[in-house]
């Protein structure tokens, strides 16, 4: 399985948008509505942001969503703010019991 | 509150085995399947593999298969992954995180292992 492909890093502005893109195939992200994004920052554990392409579990800010179009998933980050710096992971359901992650993107607050 | 504590760091030689453990607490264990994804030094998350606590039930990545066994405590609430045959490209920080309707909702703190001879 190969991993899903990112953008290696996007920036922006405080209060600005930013969209990461996630791109499989349609043997996982194409497949599935199991798309989930999760936040790290360095030196810390990954954080669950979008769960089922869309959802934000409790707790998560409004600014993070989730979207699905064919192969490709994408988490836009609205009013960007400064701890919003990390780097950001997509997920996807590969089937068979198995998931694979993206390649990861450092989101860099200018 | 949920809580995953793994046990600490590890350092090896190559072609030697490691066994790490996740320790949950403050859910019903066998509710809820435990991933195991890892992150070598500067690179991405990479998902190796699911037990289901209940039924002790395995999945593996490709990449993994032949050498990672995943199995589990039920008396201590505790999941193991054991990793065979170390190379210098297996030292990472390993993860275990709950797996929930909701994706990987919570996560163990990591343990760096190192593969060195």
């Known amino acids: 399985q190969s991993a899903l492909t990112q953008p290696r890093s996007v920036s922006g502005s405080p209060g600005q948008s930013v969209t990461i893109s996630c791109t499989g195939t349609?043997?996982?992200?194409?497949?599935?509505?199991?798309v989930s994004w999760y936040q790290q920052h360095p030196g810390r554990a990954p954080k669950l942001l979008i769960y089922?392409?869309?959802k934000r579990p409790s707790g998560v800010p409004d600014r993070f969503s989730g979207s699905k179009s064919g192969n490709t998933a994408s988490l836009t980050i609205s009013g960007l703010q400064a701890e919003d710096e990390a780097d950001y992971y997509c997920c996807s359901y590969a089937g068979s019991y198995t998931y694979v992650f993206g390649t990861g993107t450092k989101v860099t607050v200018l | 509150q949920v809580q995953l504590v793994q046990s600490g760091a590890e350092v090896k030689k190559p072609g030697a085995s490691v066994k790490l453990s996740c320790k949950a607490s403050g859910y019903s264990f066998t509710s809820y399947y435990i991933c195991w994804v890892r992150q070598a030094p500067g690179q991405g998350l990479e998902w190796m593999g699911v037990?289901?606590?209940?039924?002790?039930?395995?999945s593996y990545a490709q990449n993994f298969r032949g050498r990672v066994t995943m199995t589990r405590d039920t008396s201590t609430s505790t999941v193991y992954m054991e990793l065979s045959g170390l190379t210098s490209e297996d030292t990472a920080v390993y993860y275990c995180a709950r797996n929930s309707d909701s994706g990987y909702d919570f996560w163990g703190q990591g343990t760096l292992v190192t593969v060195s001879s």
């Open positions: 349609s043997s996982d992200v194409g497949s599935y509505n199991y």
């Open positions: 037990i289901v606590p209940s039924a002790g039930s395995t």
């Open positions: 089922d392409v869309s």
